[in-house]
């Protein structure tokens, strides 16, 4: 049984009307974390750097976001001439639809069980479904897709300023996004490959059966630690923060940009912060997986799952903390001649293992043969290095 | 949502555009030179490589998701792309494509 329960016997208004909910309320639930991520950050590297952070706005300066999200909209709202003025304007709506657009497959709660086809589902007006916006069947793809889309927010945004700064904060951006988004695919493409799928419902549903069979253990602790990584460099979060390093680019893409479509940058950045604490959760944390304890079942997993998002949010500002910002040849490094062979060489390893494991192959003969698979294989690109040395060679004494 | 708070934005923020404020940030002096920099062509290195690398990502995505019905067989098969496309990789590595200068 897959897909949403919710549209199996047809489609009504009351599921139409549960459908509108779920939307509204995910998207205020975010709007609301966004704003109290922004304060949480500040007020925790206020904490980290020994200094008091915004007090004045409400109790403990819980509402500052709040009144800068206000002031936005009392500002001035600049295009400078020479920017491009249908692509000025349509930047930031990429960057914070997009933002929207992939927490939309994140399960935020629901009890899992082992059982197939009752798992996950929460009970609204009598219906079953998922407690998540939507669980198409690519899932995951949605997210890698999404994250390819913000990169046109932030070019188009850099490109059409028509200023130095942001140009070169935005190709930085883009050629940064790229580098990690490969890295960042081919460690998920481990979790694909133990769950057996791309949904988000069902690899959460995998995970159901304690912290043992959470894939950040089934996967080895790989994948994770690339996917963090990544991430982090796929957020322009710090030490990742090269496209906006204000030492040598003022703001970087969104230099020339002020008012409400400045806002709209800086929500959809912190927005994806959580998407993507999010995202983690759901594929190596187990997402909403937990002990129920007492009360409403339907309650704890959604407890769970939030605490374990705050977590990640605390890392990602624990980071900014705490790591100096890379420069730009040791990022580029890092993502090519590191990230993206270990995530290549470690899927590899984990089909193998899968396979294994399923087709009761003989341990030692499997992992015999693999290792001579790779003996193999690297002598021929040994090889084919060696060879291509002695031809570049060869053509430098002929010239 | 996004329209919305543009349009509430639009009626409410002030709208005084003057010359100085028009003209692109370059940390307070005039702009130097044309508004368009030009910027370096090792970026677009990486963009190619990129597009590879998201290639081989959708096809290893389909592979992934049915890993039990290819068994060994596509396993080998993977291992043989794969080993493809580290080669090229390496090659690039090789050529001092990858080193930032």
Not at chain 1, 292 to 307: A, D, E, V, Y
Not at chain 2, 65 to 71: D, F, I, K, N, P
Not at chain 2, 72 to 89: R, W
């Amino acid at each position: 049984m897959t897909g949403d329960p919710l549209f199996h016997d047809g489609v009504d208004l009351v599921d139409i009307g549960i459908m509108g909910l779920k939307v509204v309320v995910a998207f205020g639930f975010l709007l609301v974390a966004t704003m109290f991520m922004v304060w949480f950050e500040r007020k925790l590297i206020s904490d980290m750097q020994n200094r008091i952070g915004p007090n004045v706005a409400g109790p403990w300066g819980l509402l500052q976001t709040f009144a800068d999200g206000v002031k936005f909209f009392f500002k001035e709202d600049l295009r400078p001439e020479n920017a491009d003025p249908l692509v000025f304007r349509l930047a930031p709506y990429i960057s914070a639809v997009t933002a929207f657009l992939s927490f939309a497959i994140v399960p935020v709660g629901g009890v899992f069980k082992d059982v197939p086809g009752t798992t996950g589902t929460v009970n609204i007006f009598g219906r079953e479904t998922f407690l998540q916006v939507a669980d198409p069947p690519i899932g995951i793809l949605l997210l890698l897709a999404m994250s390819s889309i913000a990169v046109y927010g932030i070019m188009l945004a850099g490109w059409s300023s028509g200023s130095k700064y942001p140009l070169i904060g935005s190709v930085r951006a883009s050629a940064q996004a790229i580098s990690y988004e490969a890295a960042l695919g081919m460690s998920v493409v481990a979790v694909v490959i133990l769950a057996g799928t791309l949904s988000t419902h069902d690899i959460v549903a995998h995970q159901a059966g304690g912290i043992n069979t959470w894939f950040l253990v089934t996967s080895g602790v790989i994948p994770f630690i690339v996917f963090l990584i990544a991430a982090t460099a796929e957020l322009n979060r710090p030490p990742f923060d090269l496209v906006e390093a204000e030492q040598e680019l003022v703001g970087g893409f969104h230099t020339e940009y002020s008012s409400i479509r400045f806002a709209l940058f800086f929500l959809a950045e912190f927005m994806n912060v959580i998407t993507m604490s999010a995202i983690m959760v759901t594929l190596f944390f187990g997402g909403p997986a937990g002990p129920i304890f007492f009360g409403l079942t339907w309650f704890w997993p959604t407890i769970w799952f939030m605490s374990k998002v705050m977590v990640f949010l605390f890392i990602f500002v624990w980071f900014r903390a705490t790591l100096p910002r890379l420069r730009y040849d040791q990022l580029m490094d890092l993502g090519w001649k590191v990230l993206i062979p270990l995530s290549l060489f470690w899927l590899m390893f984990i089909s193998l293992k899968e396979l294994r494991a399923s087709n009761d192959w003989n341990w030692i003969a499997t992992y015999a043969a693999a290792a001579g698979g790779l003996l193999l294989g690297g002598t021929l690109l040994i090889t084919a290095l060696r060879a291509g040395d002695r031809a570049y060679q060869k053509d430098s004494e002929d010239a | 949502m996004a329209g919305g708070m543009l349009t509430i934005a639009r009626i409410l923020r002030p709208q005084r555009p003057t010359r100085q404020k028009l003209i692109a940030y370059e940390s307070g002096v005039d702009p130097v030179g044309g508004e368009w920099a030009q910027s370096q062509i090792r970026y677009y290195v990486f963009a190619v490589l990129f597009v590879l690398f998201d290639v081989e990502a959708v096809f290893i995505f389909p592979w992934a998701t049915r890993l039990e019905v290819y068994g060994l067989f596509g396993l080998v098969e993977m291992a043989i792309f794969i080993f493809i496309l580290v080669l090229g990789l390496f090659y690039a590595w090789r050529k001092g494509v990858l080193r930032w200068v």
